[in-house]
């Protein structure tokens, strides 16, 4: 009977250490997390606010051609503007296997829950262009829109020798983007004992709304010195509305994005300015840290896109 109990522990000691050896076996949690993936097994979601707007046309195109070229597998979405929608769209690729999700939020603070769904699936997440309220995010990936918004101010300042009145159009409310091209823009010009802004209203960046606020204002308001939109679509629609008034030659027009019908505009006199984003390398630089992420490298928390002023 001895013999017998000791062969039974024999086994089940041995039983036991076979167990603990499968836990560290070629396939497990743990060895996955320590390879390295190699470029064709790299699968990249995309979830883009909208493309309607050109400006996320070219970002999207940037990205897709840079994926391409490394040899990543991308998926993108089109939230068309709708916070419900890219819950949805980025809930569709998180089932896909996506490797990391790629982000434009629609709306800075809805777009947390979506992160968050991302994060409990052990999806790293990387922001571009519009930043997230909450959730964990491994990098953030735009120009600093901040420093844009003062550059905008800086030059409609210069160009009214700090006196007029000047109409802001913003983006959509709950985008980053708005905020901080906002806060930015009111840096420099709330300081200006002469310089008055006299109304400010959301467009959502879209350019029939810029066309159509800006109708509403100039009725109003009359006679304006200066517009400054958060984005070329509303400055677009804002050129149409100061032309239908006849007042486009009498005001400073500056824009945001440096889409190719806002640079087109202004090289033919109809807007003074728009403060290129290069979306393009936007998009590039986000499939660039999409892919450090992807094979454990680390990447900045901020990755900054230079900003230049189209004038002309």
Known sequence: MKKLFKKLSVIAVLLIVLAACSTDAPGSSEDEEGEKKEAGDIKIGLSISTLNNPFFVTLRDGA?????????????????????TQLSDIEDLIQQGIDVLLVNPVDSDAISSAISLANDADVPVVTVDRNAEDGEVVTHIASDNESGGEMAADFIAEQLDEKGDIVELEGISGSSTTRERGKGFHNIVDEMDDIDVVANQSADFDR?????????????????????????????????????????????????????????????????????????????????????????????????????????
């Open 208 to 312: 029939t709304k810029g066309l159509s606020v800006m109708e509403n204002i100039l009725q109003s308001k009359g006679e304006i010195d200066a517009v400054f939109a958060h984005n070329d679509e509303m400055a677009l629609g804002a050129v149409e509305a100061l032309e239908g008034q006849g007042m486009l030659e009498d005001a400073i027009l500056v824009g945001f994005d440096a889409t190719d019908d806002a640079v087109a505009a202004v090289e033919e006199g109809r807007m003074d300015a728009t403060i290129a984003q290069q979306p393009g390398l936007i998009g590039e630089s986000a499939i660039e840290a999409a892919g450090k992420v992807a094979t454990g490298e680390e990447v900045d928390e901020f990755i900054p896109v230079e900003l230049q002023m189209v004038t002309e």
């Open 64 to 84: 897709e051609e840079t994926a391409k070229e490394a040899g990543y597998e991308i998926v993108t979405s089109d939230a068309q503007d709708d916070p419900s």
